[in-house]
């Protein structure tokens, strides 16, 4: 009887300690698309752990607007930023002239800003140093003299108001040879010739791998952009001893020191979650676990989200599309406006309609699949309306004579009919898909849009092939799914060919 009783306390005051046990804090660390971004957000994962959070790193996401958007709705609780971006870009407009009118411009959207990293990693333009030698240019306004020059600056400084736009004005440079690509990209075009200058970080270790001449920025057109950690307000309830850490950060990262991380990362191919926990090693003292992925582990993962992308947007696009092919083919008014409706959203480019969609559904993968689902709704349409369409008017008759009600007509004998113009639109939306969900890796959707962007980011081809290549099988294996499909739902005798 004692020893019940005792039992019956223990679990009791098990229990009640389990209640009173706080549940871990869930931290949300963004990044962008570079890899300092993504070491500085490694940083905040590394101490965030060590507050006992539970952690989740949504790296390598889109521009500066993404990460804010993301910020301010509450999907993101910090992330790395510079001053002269939040300025210029994030709170554009607004005539800020230091940090202290920076942070009460954030503080209406219930953001603060901790003091800045130690570095300030401008903006800067850069040549080659024998092409600039050759044609006598050191600073930025040089290159007035020489218009014919292509110039390739990352996509998002063709946009900012301290990018291309405003740097041509204040500089007067007329070249008209100039194009957009992604950062890293840039390195290749300015080492192969296709251009002669380029838009630079300033701390960026390709500056001293590729030997190259920073131009003087004689009219100081760029601001400071000092490296500093946005995040939401509220997180110095939820996790006061993080924010206290982003304090201490303050000052503690030079440009030397930032520099040889990037090396670190980008020219000695280290991961960045190690390079970032050497730092908080070295700097703290603080002992930290670094669980690396195998490539195996890797491509899993990437698979189920990919497949969970391409699947659940193709189903959802089958509902709707198959339906609307029907009444398209059925009303001559109704078929046009539904086809011109899908084709319009078709020739929307997917990365714009990928991005436009982060404000309604934020990040992750629900705009991904609301984007996939919108693609995919043209080929079953149109294939759906065009099966239906072919069947031979004597048919319709022989359906009607035998006083089969429109519904049944539709079920039972044009549907099998158009079966198999309607899997072969099926088919399509998922090649389709297939190739398209690989941008989801821009907006943290996860799939194997995240090697491709780790592999342009760090220029590592072996990365770029573990996204691409699983992403053809997977198109290959569609196709196969799909023939053997047609074969188990096209009647038989659709599927017999002709006779000569």
């Known amino acids: 009887m004692k020893t019940a009783a005792f039992c019956v306390l223990t679990l009791a005051a098990a229990g009640i300690a389990s209640a009173q046990t706080p549940e871990a804090v869930q931290i949300r660390v963004g990044s962008k698309l570079f890899t300092e971004s993504v070491i500085l957000g490694e940083i905040v994962v590394h101490l ?152 630079l970080y300033s701390t960026d270790a390709e500056i001293g791998y590729y030997d190259l001449l920073v131009l003087d920025d004689d009219l100081t057109f760029f601001p400071k952009y000092n490296a500093v950690y946005l995040y939401r307000a509220d997180l110095a309830e939820r996790a006061p001893g993080l924010v206290q850490d982003l304090h201490r950060l303050e000052g503690r990262i030079p440009e030397s020191t930032m520099i040889a991380m ?88 997917s990365l714009a309609l990928f991005v436009v969609l982060i404000p309604l559904l934020g990040i992750g993968p629900a705009p991904a699949i609301c984007a996939l689902f919108l693609y995919s709704l043209l080929p079953i349409v149109r294939n759906t309306y065009t099966g239906l369409h072919d069947i031979p008017p004597q048919i319709h008759e022989s359906a009607e004579a035998l006083g089969l009600p429109a519904a049944a007509r539709v079920r039972l004998i044009e549907l099998p009919l158009a079966s198999r113009s309607i899997l072969a639109g099926i088919k399509t939306a998922v090649v389709i898909n297939v190739g398209t969900a690989t941008l989801g890796g821009f907006i943290g959707a996860g799939g194997y849009g995240q090697p491709i962007f780790k592999g342009i980011r760090l220029d590592r081809t072996d990365f770029l092939l573990e996204g691409a290549i699983p992403a053809a099988v997977m198109a290959l294996l569609a196709q196969g799914v799909f023939e053997l499909a047609e074969r188990r739902l096209v009647p038989r005798g659709l599927r017999l060919k002709p006779s000569a």
Request: with cysteine; proline share 3%; glycine share 8%.
């Open 262 to 349: 990037n090396g670190q990362s980008k020219l000695e191919q280290v991961p960045d979650t190690v390079v970032a926990a050497r730092f908080v090693q070295e700097t703290f003292g603080i002992e930290t676990s670094v669980k690396t992925e195998t490539r195996f582990d890797r491509l899993l993962k990437h698979t189920r989200e990919h497949l969970f992308l391409v699947s659940l947007s193709v189903i959802a696009a089958v509902c709707l599309a198959v339906p609307l092919g029907v009444l398209a083919a059925k009303s001559r008014l109704a078929g046009q406006a539904i086809l011109s409706t899908v084709g319009i959203l078709q020739t929307i480019p």
């Open 48 to 199: 965030a752990r060590q507050q006992g959070a539970v952690v989740e790193h949504r790296d390598q996401l889109g521009g500066t607007q993404v990460l804010w958007k993301a910020l301010i709705s509450g999907e993101l609780d910090v992330y790395p930023d510079y001053t002269g971006t939040i300025a210029e870009e994030t709170l554009a407009g607004l005539d800020l002239p230091d940090d202290d009118a920076i942070r009460e411009a954030l503080a209406e959207y219930s953001v603060l800003m901790a003091g800045p990293l130690g570095f300030n990693n401008t903006y800067a333009i850069g040549m080659q140093k024998d092409v600039a030698a050759e044609l006598g240019i050191t600073k930025i306004s040089d290159l007035r003299k020489h218009p014919d020059l292509a110039f390739g600056f990352g996509t998002e400084f063709m946009e900012r108001e301290d990018g291309w736009p405003n740097l041509s004005a204040a500089y007067k440079l007329t070249q008209a040879n100039v194009r957009g690509m992604e950062h890293e990209l840039t390195y290749r075009g300015l080492d192969s010739g296709a251009i002669q200058a380029m838009d």
